[in-house]
């Protein structure tokens, strides 16, 4: 599928409201009582899966990824040895997120359960800032409206 500039600035609005979700559910300004806590932990661990499928791909015909950007980005070298550093830890937080999350098996029942801390395998945190921070200033715009759109 071929993407035009107008697509990848308008996608930008979306990959903000999911990395910014991420964060603000990653690390919350205060701890949250028993069920509360949980909620957010699922809503971390969901945001987590997105941004890790968005980074690590490959992605299905109609997935925004990582890929579409990487040549738009004002520096790449940091973020590529990033996503290479975490990518070999991504294909089993995925299957075990994918498990731990909306999804009924039998195999799950002898998993043990996540834990929040396991997230910081894959260092969300960094790819984010870097991705951020190497966007053009013509993207800004979509970006900003993303964040907001999630506080």
Known sequence: MTT????LKNAIEHISFEMNRYLYTAHPRFPLPGRYGEVVAESCLLHSRAIGEFFFGPGKKDDIIISHYIDKLISKDELENEIEKSKL???SYK???????????FDRINSYPMCMDEKEVINFDKLIELFETNLPSDYREKWIKGKSFSI
């Open 89 to 91: 830890c991504w294909s």
């Open 95 to 105: 299957k075990r997120t994918d498990k731990k999350l909306c999804h009924l098996t």
């Open 4 to 7: 035009s500039e107008q697509q």
